[in-house]
T-cell receptor
């Protein structure tokens, strides 16, 4: 059974800092990995999608890497802003339209 | 592209009544949709997989008679919470991915906050 863990569970940083969120999964037979952001009381917003054949994806200040063999992914946020405050979730997909397995989430707070 | 619309965004109902939540894929077709439940400060818990034209697949521990799922078309899935009780109060979210495009990733609805009083 696939298990996905995110470290740290919570993180508080001053504005402007670069930070790294970690995601690890136990079964490396994944099709893709997706990073999401969730604001309180809201749905999930997809940030980055990495296919299993890819090593990283970038979007603006966000960069996600994937090391499938070691079962790890990182989300790098450059020059953090208060608007980045949210819960970040990673999820792995087995492909074929099958269900995602979610991580436990990292609650990020960026302070002025 | 790949927008999922979920309605209502919040609903308050009396104990014993039923509530229907809709999940629509606006610009793509989805053979499969997923329904999640989320408790405060916890991650998403998959409730069921909704399959167009066939019965939904429920996760272990989820009562199929309480959480009725209908996926009558390639763009609409509904979740009906029957005879709702206060313990059913939660945040419900649906998701979908374009049919036949497994590398596209999943798009989520904005969620529905259900409060049963």
């Amino acid at each position: 059974k696939q298990e996905v863990t995110q470290i740290p569970a919570a993180l508080s940083v001053p504005e402007g800092e670069n930070l790294v969120l970690n995601c690890s999964f136990t079964d490396s037979a994944i099709y893709n990995l997706q990073w999401f952001r969730q604001d309180p009381g809201k749905g999930l917003t997809s940030l980055l999608l990495i296919q299993s054949s890819q090593r990283e994806q970038t979007s603006g200040r966000l960069n996600a890497s994937l090391d499938k063999s070691s079962g790890r992914s990182t989300l790098y946020i450059a020059a953090s802003q208060p608007g980045d405050s949210a819960t970040y979730l990673c999820a792995v997909g087995p492909g074929g339209g099958n269900k995602l397995t979610f991580g436990t989430g990292t609650q990020l707070k960026v302070e002025l | 592209g790949a927008v999922v619309s979920q309605h209502p965004s919040w609903v308050i109902c009396k104990s014993g009544t039923s509530v229907k939540i809709e999940c629509r894929s606006l610009d793509f077709q989805a053979t499969t949709m997923f329904w999640y439940r989320q408790f405060p400060k916890q991650s998403l818990m998959l409730m069921a997989t909704s399959n167009e034209g066939s019965k939904a697949t429920y996760e272990q521990g989820v009562e199929k008679d309480k959480f009725l799922i209908n996926h009558a078309s390639l763009t609409l899935s509904t979740l009906t919470v029957t005879s709702a009780h206060p313990e059913d109060s939660s945040f419900y979210i649906c998701s979908a991915s374009p049919s036949g495009q497994a590398n596209y990733g999943y798009t989520f609805g904005s969620g529905t906050r259900l409060t049963v009083v």
